[in-house]
């Protein structure tokens, strides 16, 4: 299956699968039954203090995706992403992020590492 990102402000796609928030804070403007989610994963966004330090600057991305990786080795946080990589073997999991670059944002960091937990794919016959 796949580990798929999506904004908030984007509309739904068919086949998303689970729907997963994975932000501290909920989309500004975006009502909580226009999103329709499966789960909301506060714990799994990084902390109030590396988002306002990242501040969404593509300049201290790298510095962002150590430090984020560094919150995620909690045994909280590897729990939980154990469990979205054993729903995304199942089906389809989409994980939606609000921030507008889309190409710098914690979704993609936490996509990476759950693929990385799938493993490599089996190839189809």
């Not at 997963?20 to 499966?38: A, M």
């Not at 939606?96 to 710098?104: K, L, P």
Request: hydrophobic share 40%.
């Amino acid at each position: 299956m796949a580990v798929r990102l999506r904004r908030a402000y984007e509309a739904p796609q068919p086949d998303e699968g689970r729907l997963v928030l994975v932000e501290r804070l909920w989309p500004r403007g975006v009502k909580k039954t226009d999103l329709r989610l499966d789960a909301w994963l506060k714990d799994l966004a990084p902390s109030d203090a590396l988002r306002r330090w990242f501040g969404h600057d593509p300049a201290r991305w790298d510095e962002f995706q150590r430090r984020y990786q560094e919150e995620l080795r909690s045994p909280d946080s590897q729990q939980l992403l154990a469990e979205l990589a054993g729903q995304a073997r199942d089906s389809n999991v989409t994980l939606v992020y609000s921030a507008r670059d889309e190409a710098h944002n914690n979704a993609i960091i936490l996509r990476d590492m759950i693929v990385e937990r799938l493993g490599p794919r089996a190839p189809d016959p």
